[in-house]
């Protein structure tokens, strides 16, 4: 078991339970296989990019509080998740729309 592993994996089953997750609810949610999701909880297997920003999703937190055990600033981790489930073309239309909202708050 590699360490790095076993301290995202950790942090993954304490969010899913922070959460009231179950690995078949969370599995479902980031759509990977139960025994995965196991597999990286336990710190057997990593993953790749893709399926770290599902389970980022998932739990509503960012891609690096997962992999660092760190967030940029806790009220945004909401809305990044948010942000990370777009593509990038309605990426760039909600950062126009959250322009204008700050703008027109902000006046």
Same mark, same amino acid.
């Given at each position: 078991?590699?360490?790095y *592993?076993?301290?995202v994996g950790a942090r993954i089953y304490e969010l899913r339970k922070k959460n009231?997750?179950? +690995?078949?609810? $969370?599995?479902e949610l980031a759509d990977i296989s139960v025994q995965f999701l196991s597999d990286i909880e336990k710190? +057997? =297997? &990593?993953m790749t990019i893709s399926t770290l920003r599902k389970i980022? &999703?998932?739990l509503t937190v960012t891609t690096d509080y997962i992999v660092n055990g760190t967030a940029a600033n806790g009220d945004n981790d909401r809305? /990044? &998740? /948010? $942000? *990370?489930?777009l593509s990038d073309k309605n990426k760039k239309?909600?950062? =126009?729309? $959250? &322009?204008?909202?700050?703008e027109a708050v902000n006046d």
């Open positions: 078991m590699n360490e *592993n076993a301290e009231g997750f179950t +690995r078949e609810k $969370l599995s710190g +057997r =297997k &990593s980022a &999703s998932a809305i /990044i &998740s /948010i $942000l *990370n489930t239309q909600a950062e =126009k729309i $959250l &322009s204008a909202f700050a």
